[in-house]
């Protein structure tokens, strides 16, 4: 039934609204330029507002027209209030806060749907700056549920040339046509410099997004000669549908009208576009690929460092408290509790990095919390909280914090994924307290592992400045590796802990959110179909086990007897190559102290060791040579490129 419940909530809206944005006459906010606007939409979700989207960033322009849309379910039984804020983007990478206030407009959705056209013009207002700010268009779209791509390869020749002391920067934009006569921007290609002849690279756009679904709405393509100081000139235009291209049109005439209108009788066009593919190409739902059989398996990687401080205190972000669990302990639940529902043995590898481990006490950046580096799964969340606990009572906390190798053992997972009949697709946890100090290492394995099944959730907990880690949650600016190479698909999501302390459920929403739609670009760009329709991930139905059924705790006494239940054997960790990483403290007989029983404390329905009281914490220090330097400056960490 759980799997069930859940499926539910993912399953698409019977109807889904698509909000297009544009702006004119924006109040100009820089003095040596025009503003770079970006608009924020929210929806009244109880007393509060929620953030529901936003538009990209357009440079130097007061009258932008975004190309990114803003998806809302439509609930006819309900006032859905919605704000739309305007900002002057200053810098790319900080808060909305950072940002120049432009000016905010609202309305209720119901009062776009009713107007002729389904479009509203409001005036933006700000509450401490008096004045004209601007106006801001929303035009509303009911989409239907078309689960399909086109995939287009578009080259020119013969163009017209506008530059002078050059040939042209071509461009496409794509836009659909509304009722009334009037086009919406949907996507465009990139810019190709100092060309007549432009090949453009093939771009992919969803059925639903480029003409809802009919395939024989119009299209209007218009070719751009991009200029980086003026305003960018038309260099001719045409109109196409699906359908005509999918039956063999290929060769367009780019139509200036203006040039047209001046000369028709010795004016024949400004250059011919080419289609030189087309595809359609069949998009599956995330739902199709659950219910074929696709598994969603966690990895958790657990900070270890000194920062986080000594875990007998209660200043620690590992100290547990027994009244309420700690930030690694409330994150692993968050998260686990949803994706456990979609693994069919719940048998979750979970490492730690950043602790001098026992006996030879070395640093290592990538260890079992098990003390089994060759068995580094553990049962359920439950199994993950005790190997956790045990951990503590085991490593010494060091530092610095390092990514990279974490990484590459989450890559070597996701690479054994390769028949189709067991789909299988990741998602790696990472739970740390402060800035990373191989950035470079792991943007270079992020890069690589874009081309595998998995997904990267980090969860930063505690107080620290974390605006660093915005920079691998590349939603806009995807990354690029050392030698170049670029993100083929935005698989990061960072969620700061304090933003949803409060609120687990939030919490799993946010860290969770995009990982369907990740999952699915996946599967669409490997060609990837669902299994067997019906497989689904549980051969049958289960009921859960209790939380504390493997573990009897006394109420006289905090000593625990573990129970006889068998725990099924953990799957070897994947084959490594390339250079080996840090080694992982080994699975030696334990010692005395680690052969006692753990004190158990009930929290949440989970049974959480308490740790043991141990000496105190050596606290991480620099190399020699490097005495009095702070924890996240410059410290030389010795690489480990991706094989």
């Not at 399909?148 to 461009?171: E, H, R």
């Not at 693994?343 to 602790?355: N, T």
């Not at 068998?566 to 190559?577: F, L, R």
């Amino acid at each position: 039934m759980e799997l069930q419940r859940t499926a539910s909530v993912l399953q698409t809206p019977t109807t889904l609204v698509e909000l297009s944005l544009s702006c004119k006459n924006l109040a100009n906010m820089d003095v040596l330029s025009k503003s770079d606007p970006i608009v924020v939409v929210y929806a009244k979700r109880g007393p509060s507002w929620a953030e529901i989207g936003r538009t990209e960033m357009i440079k130097d322009n007061l009258n932008p027209k975004f190309v990114k849309k803003i998806m809302i379910e439509y609930f006819f039984e309900e006032i859905q209030p919605l704000k739309f804020e305007v900002y002057d983007v200053d810098s790319p990478t900080g808060s909305l806060a950072k940002q120049d206030f432009i000016g905010y407009a609202q309305c209720n959705l119901s009062d776009i749907l009713t107007l002729a056209g389904q479009k509203i013009n409001l005036n933006l207002a700000n509450g401490t700056v008096s004045g004209f700010r601007g106006t801001i268009t929303i035009e509303a779209e009911e989409m239907s549920n078309v689960n399909s791509l086109l995939k287009l390869s578009m080259s020119g020749y013969k163009l017209d040339k506008k530059d002078f002391f050059g040939k042209s920067d071509p461009y496409i934009i794509i836009s659909r046509a509304r009722e009334g006569g009037t086009f919406t921007r949907v996507c465009q290609t990139e810019v190709i410099k100092n060309t007549l002849d432009p090949r453009w690279m093939a771009i992919t756009v969803p059925i639903q997004r480029l003409c809802n679904g009919d395939m024989n709405r119009p299209l209007l393509f218009e070719c751009f000669d991009w200029n980086k100081t003026m305003e960018h000139e038309l260099i001719g235009q045409f109109q196409t549908t699906v359908s005509e291209m999918l039956n063999g049109k290929r060769d367009f005439e780019l139509i200036h009208k203006g040039k047209q209108q001046k000369n028709a009788k010795k004016y024949k066009n400004s250059g011919t576009i080419r289609i030189d593919g087309v595809e359609l190409i069949k998009q599956h739902t995330f739902l199709e690929y659950i219910a074929g059989g696709c598994e969603i398996s966690l990895i958790v990687a657990i900070d270890f460092t000194a920062s986080n401080g000594n875990p007998m205190h209660s200043t620690s972000l590992h100290y547990n408290n027994p009244y309420q669990p700690n930030e690694y302990v409330a994150a692993i639940k968050a998260v686990g509790d949803i994706l456990s529902a979609y693994d069919s043995d719940r048998l979750f590898p979970a490492f730690g990095f950043g602790a001098k481990l026992p006996p030879t006490m070395e640093v290592s950046h990538c260890f079992a919390l098990n003390a089994n580096p060759n068995q580094p799964e553990v049962q359920e969340v439950q199994g993950i909280l005790q190997a956790y606990a045990q951990a503590l009572n085991s490593v010494v906390l060091y530092g610095p914090t390092i990514f990279s190798q974490i990484l590459r053992v989450a890559h070597q997972y996701a690479s054994q994924v390769t028949a189709e009949a067991e789909q299988k697709y990741f998602i790696l946890l990472i739970i740390t307290d402060g800035v990373i100090n191989d950035m470079q290492d792991t943007v270079d394995w992020i890069v690589k592992m874009c081309k595998l099944p998995i997904s990267v959730v980090i969860v930063g907990v505690g107080s620290a400045d974390f605006t660093n880690m915005e920079i691998l949650d590349a939603d806009d600016n995807p990354l690029r590796s050392s030698s170049g190479e670029k993100a083929s698909r935005d698989i990061v999501q960072f969620v700061p802990f304090r933003s949803f302390k409060d609120d687990p459920v939030r919490l799993a929403k946010e860290t969770l959110a995009e990982i369907p739609g990740q999952l699915v670009s996946f599967m669409a760009a490997n060609r990837i179909p669902p299994g067997t329709t019906g497989r689904g991930i549980h051969a049958t139905y289960e009921a859960p086990v209790p939380r504390a059924a493997s573990v009897v705790v006394s109420t006289t006494s905090t000593s625990t007897v573990a129970s006889s239940m068998p725990i099924a054997q953990p799957a070897p960790v994947p084959n490594m190559t390339g250079p080996a990483p840090t080694q992982t403290y080994p699975a030696a007989q334990p010692t005395q102290q680690q052969q006692q029983p753990y004190p158990m404390q009930p929290q949440g329905g989970y049974i959480i060791p308490q740790p043991q009281q141990q000496q105190p914490m050596q606290q991480y220090a620099p190399p020699t040579g490097q005495q009095g330097l702070m924890r996240n400056q410059s410290y030389q960490i010795p690489p480990s490129q991706p094989t």
